[in-house]
């Protein structure tokens, strides 16, 4: 059995009470620890496995040199009606995202649209988050977030561009909400980690090595590669991944005097220190809208239900049970957590064990 | 010399002066025509050939048989502040899209920011059109439309969404504007057709034929085959490309009301008609934002600038002269078109002197 394998499973309010002690730990709020603690489950709950607890630890090491504020004072430092300008004071983007997309929901109740553009932030966790608050108050919603440089641009030979996510939800009346949340690579990094761990090859188009060359050794990543943007190359669409891609860095950075392309700031110590700043921190650019302000909310719904009745009754490619909607996996991951805990690897156990030792907050591995 | 390569050359002006006789003959007010031929010509003059006149004579057919209103009432059925829904009343998509663009436009100067969900609308050309509308007023602009089914979602075998393109532009300082225009698709249909006539094979990842497996064989496609999302397998992210079909399909017709997934209208006479309708006609998704709202605008401008620079100067990958910048193709075109004229192979020019033929409009292959 590889280290990968050997898990242990604790429950997402376990989990959630240790973050929140661990950010109380370094003088945050009890509001901001939990809504930041909030987040780091979510994640995990939802499957994404390398958002969740597995970073506590990086926020752990950045609080501890005080790289992060841990009592920022968010504020809007410009608007117009529907939209925002938001500064979040170098504080934990686990607050500081929670509170700018509060804001845009706010402007959406209002005004029909609330556009809400981040600087001075950190990372924020998964995208998915923010538009599933929005759910919550029947608002279609919209998350965006640069991140520490990973990406090439199409024909591009090192990396400039975070994985940039794009997150987008829609609600439904009976059925379950559509919810897109993707990052604007052809892969995870997470992928490769994986990969680096199995020592197994991966497929073309995922990476190239550092002097720009296609490669499907894990290690050439390490070693000043770069992932592809989604489409990989010319030919499948690389242009259009790298454009999404650099659409997120604009509007999520050069709208927010925030830290664009290459010069984000890195999300753990080990990382590359940027040449240059261009901005303040990394930057987030959060959406919403009010439905009935285009059409009656409950039409929307059931049209919804029927897109998704439609679309799961595709005939299906050969070797599959044919599409899935968006938001499916993280759906059912959330249900089979919410029940039976959520499995963590030895290292993330180690991870956790290690600032407890250092917090004196109690963690028992089971 | 193959028909493909037969070109014969036009000014812009010249085509677009016999577009807009062609849409008066019609009964389509003068100003509508105008704005109508300038959406054409706009897409011959950046490259985008398969969206200018060569559609010209699909537009002749709807409108000979009555089924494009030419004199719609085009109106905001409902609207909240920054955002609004428009029934095109059945128009032409190239007058209906610059009207609800023109809303949303409006709307972002007094709100901030302004989005339109149109219905009852055909198509309306290429959707870099808008933005472009919108950088003249020094606005961020974004378009989308949903259209006839040939996307199939991923591990589906059939065809459920359009190519659903997404335009998003960003205005720069002394550089040229950032223009993001590009389907959700893989590959676009016209490549499918130009391998058709040239009996070439289709790179992997393209399409799929009728059976849901992988084809390179362009006449699969015919055959009952799909284009695959952008991103094509899942391995290489085909779900997010599905993922960006299906919101650009719900923004545009599940929000406004119009026909979503495989139930948007034919284009064209020799398309299928769908088995259901679900709303009315297609649907179009606009957006507006002040960039004032967020942060000064000389500012913003200039780091666009900026990161273009930073961009243009990525290290190349090996056998490519480095990353280009979105929309440098469709400017570069512009340049030389707007000097040199636009060049028609031989079968779309018989198709303007066919619509000469019926309607006595004078038309003169040079």
């Known amino acids: 059995m590889t280290e990968e394998q050997e898990f242990h499973v604790f429950s997402a309010e376990y989990l959630k009470d240790f973050s929140a002690k661990v950010f109380l730990h370094f003088g945050i709020p009890q509001d901001d620890a939990e809504q930041a ?69 706010e402007k959406a109740e209002k005004y029909g649209s609330g556009w809400v553009s981040v600087c001075n932030s950190n990372h924020f966790g998964i995208a998915g988050y923010y538009p599933l608050k929005a759910l919550e108050r029947d608002l279609i919603g919209w998350a965006m977030t640069n991140s520490t440089k990973l990406v090439a641009p199409l024909w591009g030979a090192e990396r400039m561009l975070g994985t940039n996510p794009i997150a987008v939800a829609f609600p439904g009346y009976k059925e379950p909400p559509i919810v897109i949340d993707m990052a604007t690579s052809a892969a995870a990094y997470g992928k490769i980690e994986i990969a680096l761990r199995n020592k197994s090859r991966l497929p073309r188009g995922w990476i190239i090595d550092k002097n720009g060359r296609m490669a499907i050794d894990p290690q050439k990543m390490v070693d000043g590669g ?55 921190g990394i930057g987030h650019f959060f959406g919403a809208m009010r439905i009935d302000g285009f059409i009656d909310k409950e039409e929307f719904k059931k049209q919804i239900d029927e897109w998704i009745h439609v679309f799961r009754s595709t005939k299906p490619a050969p070797g599959t049970s044919g599409p899935l909607i968006p938001g499916d996996p993280e759906r059912e991951a959330e249900a089979v957590r919410s029940r039976e805990g959520i499995p963590l690897i030895k290292p993330v156990v180690n991870d956790l064990l290690d600032i407890s030792r250092q917090t004196g907050i109690p963690f028992t591995a089971s």
Not at 46 to 70: K, P, Q
Not at 83 to 100: E, F, Q, R, S
């Open 37 to 105: 603690a909030d987040v780091l489950a979510r994640s995990d709950l939802r499957g994404i496995d390398s958002h969740g607890v597995a970073r506590l630890h990086t926020y752990f090491d950045m609080l501890t040199l005080g790289r992060i504020n841990s009592k920022p004072n968010i504020k809007i430092v410009r608007e117009k009606t529907s939209v925002a300008a938001v500064d979040g004071d170098n504080g934990l983007g686990l607050v500081v995202g929670p509170k700018a997309n509060e804001i845009a929901m």
């Open 226 to 280: 770069a992932l592809l943007p989604l489409g990989s190359e010319r030919e499948s669409g690389g242009h259009k991944g790298y454009a999404l891609g650099a659409m997120v860095d604009i509007l999520c950075c050069v709208l927010s005097g925030a830290n664009w392309g290459p010069f984000a700031p890195p999300f753990a110590l080990r990382q590359e220190i940027p040449t240059r700043s261009v901005g303040k």
